[in-house]
């Protein structure tokens, strides 16, 4: 490999035009081809970001695997094309960089994973707030006991649109949000429920693999708004709520302990990560509250994809596995949201993982 890795970039989108800009910027690498089939958003690009000339520009993502010297792809694509987009570039030896979700299905999922293993290149997923400064800093404080015992944990993820023709809000949202508990937790769900409501897309259906892997789900519509809840091995629950038909835009997770709940309000500027203490003292006349107080947590200036790009580039660089968001932990979260799918399908009915 030579002293720049060469990156090919699978669209130009909203998120596939922050990743170019991102590689564009790496000292380590060199953006040498860009697809996407929109010839109007291609043919953009240059000038949006400065883009150097000898860049290839491609409509078909096909023409830029055969290139001589290419070392990575980046798929930015609709998660639908995700797994036909990956195996190929696997197959031919390159590294790759997939947006999340890896698939919609859990058997293509795992099929991934099994090739990146086979052809020993490397699968990382852009799990993006697992990169985030506030997500790692506050791993550090749940490690340290300061919440103490462990209660509950919610989150609000919502919006007034883009609403998503392809999945429902359940899987275009959740995946930040479970990301995130697992991470704090240490743990992966081992019982999902969710319970959701269509209003806008009655009719569009997207197949997902039931978590047994056999026959698929087919969604009666796509639900506009989503009640999640996930149940960890030692009781923990988390309440999560979905929606991309609320213009109350809400960023907000949290986990309760004895001592008190920290919160990651990503819509906050100035502190996204607070410490909220307090607990409740047994007196006289019942439960009383004491010890309250708000403790801002420092965190780091860094932009989460910045360290998304560099950690796969250092990956590909030394040829081993991501140890934050490989191919396994994004299996993991499909398997997740595959249970989840399941669950809104019956009508809220618990689906042990």
């Known amino acids: 490999m030579t002293d720049l890795i060469k990156v090919a970039i699978f669209g130009a989108g909203r998120w596939g035009t922050h990743l170019i800009r ?7 690498a060199e953006v040498v081809a860009i697809a996407d089939p929109n010839p109007e958003r291609l043919n953009a690009i240059p000038t949006r970001l400065q883009l ?4 290839c520009l491609e409509t078909d993502w096909q023409n830029v695997l055969t290139l001589p010297q290419l070392d990575a792809v980046v798929v930015a694509t609709p998660a639908s094309t995700h797994y036909t987009i990956i195996s190929e570039a696997l197959q031919r030896g390159y590294h790759v960089l997939a947006e999340k979700p890896l698939t919609l299905k859990l058997s293509e999922s795992q099929a991934l994973c099994d090739l990146a293993q086979q052809h020993q290149r490397q699968l990382v997923i852009d799990h993006t707030y697992l990169f985030h400064p506030a997500v790692e800093t506050g791993q550090q404080v749940i490690a340290k006991g300061k919440l103490g015992d462990l209660r509950y944990g919610y989150a609000a993820r919502t919006h007034l649109e883009p609403v998503r023709p392809d999945v429902d809000a359940l899987w275009d949202l959740a995946i930040h949000d ?3 508990f697992n991470t704090w937790l240490g743990q992966t769900p081992v019982q999902v429920q969710a319970t ?5 897309q009655p009719d569009q259906k997207f197949e997902t693999d039931r978590i047994e892997d056999l026959t ?13 809840t996930l149940t960890y091995p030692n009781g923990f629950r988390a309440f999560l709520h979905l929606c991309w038909l609320n213009p109350d835009k809400q960023r907000r997770l949290g986990v309760v302990g004895s001592e008190g709940t920290l919160i990651f309000d990503e819509l906050s500027i100035d502190a996204p990560l607070t410490f909220q203490q307090g607990y409740l003292e047994n007196v006289a006349q019942g439960w009383k509250g004491a010890g309250q107080q708000t403790d801002i947590i420092a965190v780091p200036p860094q932009e989460p994809l910045a360290k998304v790009c560099d950690h796969f580039l250092y990956c590909v660089r030394q040829n ?12 993991e979260l499909v398997k997740i949201l595959s249970g989840l799918s399941e669950s809104l399908q019956q009508g809220g009915q618990p689906i042990m993982l």
């Open 52 to 55: 150097p000339s000898e860049v």
């Open 216 to 228: 698929p789900i087919y969604n009666s519509g796509l639900s506009d708004i989503v009640m999640a």
């Open 320 to 331: 081993i596995p991501s140890n934050r968001s490989d191919g396994y932990v994004a299996t």
């Open 178 to 180: 479970i990301a995130i």
């Open 22 to 28: 991102n590689f564009l910027q790496h000292p380590k």
């Open 196 to 200: 959701g409501t269509v209003w806008l």
